[in-house]
């Protein structure tokens, strides 16, 4: 079984800059799709941001296309979210997650593996 942990939350200024982590507690298959989503308090998990490595394509919620970046080191089994110019309106918990359906896809419920989440908080 697949666990995954995230690590790299924190407090930062507006306009600032964080890196999340995820990493995988097992050997992961190189072909799954692994993405990012948040959450705020009340509301359902939404998408940020997911890649795929046989095509080698990337797809991001408009709202932080070109901010965020998401990437993944293989030799460390390990996904990461950069986060540019953050705004107040980032503030969630943030969760990675793999997909076993191997296709890009923005759904929650095709994602399989999920870790804890950790808390992003950007003040104003």
């Known amino acids: 079984q697949v666990q995954l942990v995230e690590s790299g939350g924190g407090l930062v200024q507006a306009g600032g800059s964080l890196t999340l982590s995820c990493a995988a507690s097992?050997?992961?298959?190189?072909?799954?799709?692994w993405g990012w989503f948040r959450q705020t308090p009340g509301k359902e998990r939404s998408f940020v941001a997911c890649r795929n490595p046989f095509p080698g394509v990337t797809r991001y919620e408009d709202s932080v296309e070109g901010r965020f970046f998401i990437s993944r080191d293989s030799a460390k089994d390990t996904l990461y979210l950069q986060m540019n110019s953050l705004k107040p309106e980032d503030t969630a918990v943030y969760f990675c997650?793999?997909?076993?359906?191997?296709?890009?896809?923005?759904?929650?419920?095709?994602?399989?593996?999920w870790g804890q989440g950790t808390q992003v908080t950007v003040s104003s």
């Open positions: 097992v050997r992961t298959d190189d072909t799954y799709t």
């Open positions: 997650a793999a997909s076993s359906t191997r296709v890009l896809t923005a759904l929650p419920d095709d994602y399989d593996y």
